[in-house]
Nanobody, 116 residues
């Protein structure tokens, strides 16, 4: 049984920081990419940041310079360090793991709220 367990969300003031973690277990096939997506109320889910097992990264323009994605391949864990958070970053954040044969697995989502 595949499980993706997210942690690290919460309420933070503007300018603050949070670190999200997502640990995967039970994935039988070789993982090639990991990523973080977010979905704000009334909006579509969007890619925030992605990383390959080789370490190549990509970011949404809105988070470049503020967010950093990293991974621990041995632990099947992906992280998202979020600094200088803004109210516009408020959303449910989902992790995603993709395999070489194009299977895609999602975390349950963790709420991030940026508010004073």
């Amino acid at each position: 049984q595949v499980q993706l367990v997210e942690s690290g969300g919460g309420l933070v003031q503007p300018g603050g920081s949070l670190r999200l973690s997502c640990a995967a277990s039970g994935i039988r096939f070789r993982i090639t990419k990991m990523g973080w997506y977010r979905q704000a109320p009334g909006k579509q889910r969007e890619l925030v940041a992605g990383i390959t097992v080789g370490g190549s990264t990509n970011y949404a323009d809105s988070v470049k310079g503020r967010f950093t994605i990293s991974r621990d391949n041995a632990k099947n864990t992906v992280y998202l360090q979020m600094n200088s958070l803004e109210p516009e970053d408020t959303a449910v954040y989902y992790c995603n793991f993709q395999t070489y044969n194009l299977l895609s697995y999602w975390g349950q989502g963790t709420q991030v709220t940026v508010s004073s």
